[in-house]
């Protein structure tokens, strides 16, 4: 790995700066961590910025360059996550999304979100019965629960929507206990993407 790579890795650098901008002017941009707040500012706000750009422009829907979504992610918020499928779906300017290393747990449906999706030879998404922590009373439990129940439904009606996929197949995992990884053989017989990079 060069001197230069490394440095500008290792700590802020114009170099950084400059790849970002590029890759931002040519519609390119990355999901690399965890889904959170903090990600979706550097996601979110640049779609419909390209948006309001093509807009501005005139440019018909038909002839605008496409955003390309760059997902690595083992997931995160669902909440947060919900905000990427719907900016997704909202934009007019297509969003081209693309996974080559891993997309998991709610990484998958912003991939299946795509207006295209494209799928690495090596690359794994992944499927599970959502998580989380429930604490405090009885009652503030039993409400969290009922959230979870809801956000499952709304993750699990997605996937179907946007694949081959059946609530069957997802029940079968869920009453496993058991993350479904799936390779792009698999990701194939179900529609999961359409073309593989």
Known sequence: MSELFVDAIEEKNPLLDKIEKDLFNERVIYLNEDISGYTIDGIVPLIKHINIQDNKANIPKSERKPI??????A???????????????????PVHTYVEGYAMSMGLPI??????????????LLYHELRGQANGTRQ???????EYDR??????????????????????YQEKVSDWY????????????????
Not at 111 to 124: N, Q, S, V
Not at 183 to 196: C, I, Q
Request: aromatic share 10%.
């Open 68 to 73: 390309q979504l760059h997902i690595t992610t």
């Open 75 to 93: 997931g995160g918020s669902a909440y947060d996550g919900w905000n990427v499928v719907s900016s997704i779906e909202k934009s007019e300017t």
């Open 111 to 124: 991939f299946l979100a795509g207006h295209k999706r494209f799928l690495g030879e090596y690359a794994t």
């Open 140 to 146: 503030e439990v039993k409400r969290l629960d009922k």
């Open 151 to 172: 956000l499952q439904k709304v993750y699990d009606d997605y996937i179907i929507k946007r694949s081959n996929i059946t609530q069957e197949v997802l029940d079968d």
């Open 182 to 197: 799936i390779d792009s053989t698999e990701a194939k017989k179900y529609s999961l993407y359409d073309e593989l990079v």
